[in-house]
């Protein structure tokens, strides 16, 4: 029933909702979902674009319905760009709705080669979506982004190349910080336990063993085996803390704690990673790079 009213609005508002006609010198204009995407599109486009992201800080992507405004606001783009993968699996039927309006749709995550993502036994899409954990991945999508807005903005190229190529260059100083960051910390300690699994590109890229209690998507629910598994795992390798993220409600790593408690054992909550969201808009951790480096101190620290 409510797939049903769902579509029903959908259609009204495409009925209802004229896209207007940009003159000449109006800015290309911008649709994004996740506040990455969002933060990537602004580094890119600067001055030159208008973008408007739909989900915010502490917004989970996974679980995210499109509001009317978000749909007039998709309605209106001339280039949408989002995560893909099934990230943002309960917006896919207005992403195909979008397409048939002719508004240019792009799944970012879809612009990497296929040998490089990780897959899953356990979620549709069969590859994990959290792409953004690998800053090499992230670089990948920085020049799809910028290739992608020059071939729609053809008088603003330069400017996104100038954009992009000083932004691939503070990726590429953010990837030695945290390379010496994580130097310090013993390859036995790299064990990151978190409410879902949102880390394995991070754990790739930096030899952590990443476990999560949920799967990919916090669509899963952990049940009592889930955990008691986990907390016999954190007991066997002494893992020293496990961490809450701010997209997930933190009762199931409290609960993880506990059964940890119960078996006579003790772990910390090291502290709240950023994963599927951003921190708050005019922040540090409301960067990409600034959420990537807030993150791996909060890690190593705890780890230590």
């Known amino acids: 029933m409510k797939k049903l009213i769902s579509?029903?609005?959908?259609?009204?508002?495409?009925?209802?909702?004229?896209?207007?006609?940009?003159?000449?010198?109006?800015?290309?204009?911008?649709?994004?979902?996740?506040?990455?995407?969002?933060?990537?599109?602004?580094?890119?486009?600067?001055?030159?674009?208008?973008?408007?992201?739909?989900?915010?800080?502490?917004?989970?992507?996974?679980?995210?319905?499109?509001?009317?405004?978000?749909?007039?606001?998709?309605?209106?783009?001339?280039?949408?760009?989002?995560?893909?993968?099934?990230?943002?699996?309960?917006?896919?039927?207005?992403?195909?709705?979008?397409?048939?309006?002719?508004?240019?749709?792009?799944?970012?995550?879809?612009?990497?080669?296929?040998?490089?993502?990780?897959?899953?036994?356990?979620?549709?899409?069969?590859?994990?979506?959290?792409?953004?954990?690998?800053?090499?991945?992230?670089?990948?999508?920085?020049?799809?982004?910028?290739?992608?807005?020059?071939?729609?903005?053809?008088?603003?190229?330069?400017?996104?190349?100038?954009?992009?190529?000083?932004?691939?260059?503070?990726?590429?100083?953010?990837?030695?910080?945290?390379?010496?960051?994580?130097?310090t910390l013993p390859k036995e300690k790299r064990i990151l336990v978190t409410a879902h699994d949102a880390f394995s590109y991070f754990g790739k890229a930096y030899d952590f063993n990443v476990v999560g209690l949920q799967g990919l998507s916090t669509a899963t629910e952990a049940g009592v085996q889930d955990v008691q598994k986990l907390a016999n795992f954190i007991i066997e390798k002494e893992v020293k803390a496990i961490f809450v993220e701010t997209s997930v409600p933190k009762r199931t790593i409290e609960a993880l704690q506990a059964a940890v408690k119960s078996k006579d054992h003790e772990v910390s909550i090291g502290g709240t990673l950023y994963s599927d969201a951003l921190g708050n808009l005019g922040t540090v951790e409301g960067t990409y790079i600034g959420m990537f480096e807030y993150n791996v101190n909060t890690i190593i620290n705890a780890l230590k």
């Open 7 to 183: 579509t029903i609005l959908i259609a009204l508002l495409l009925f209802s909702c004229k896209k207007e006609v940009k003159k000449e010198n109006e800015k290309l204009n911008v649709v994004t979902t996740t506040s990455m995407i969002t933060d990537l599109a602004k580094n890119i486009g600067g001055d030159a674009i208008d973008v408007k992201g739909l989900m915010g800080s502490g917004v989970d992507p996974h679980l995210y319905k499109a509001s009317e405004g978000d749909v007039t606001k998709l309605l209106n783009a001339d280039i949408i760009f989002y995560n893909g993968l099934h990230l943002e699996g309960k917006l896919v039927e207005v992403f195909e709705k979008m397409e048939s309006q002719d508004i240019k749709t792009i799944a970012i995550g879809e612009s990497l080669d296929k040998s490089i993502l990780i897959g899953s036994d356990y979620f549709a899409s069969n590859y994990d979506p959290h792409v953004w954990f690998s800053v090499d991945n992230w670089k990948t999508i920085t020049k799809f982004v910028i290739e992608q807005l020059s071939a729609i903005d053809q008088k603003n190229a330069e400017t996104f190349k100038t954009n992009g190529k000083i932004y691939l260059t503070k990726l590429n100083e953010l990837e030695t910080k945290l390379e010496s960051v994580i130097s």
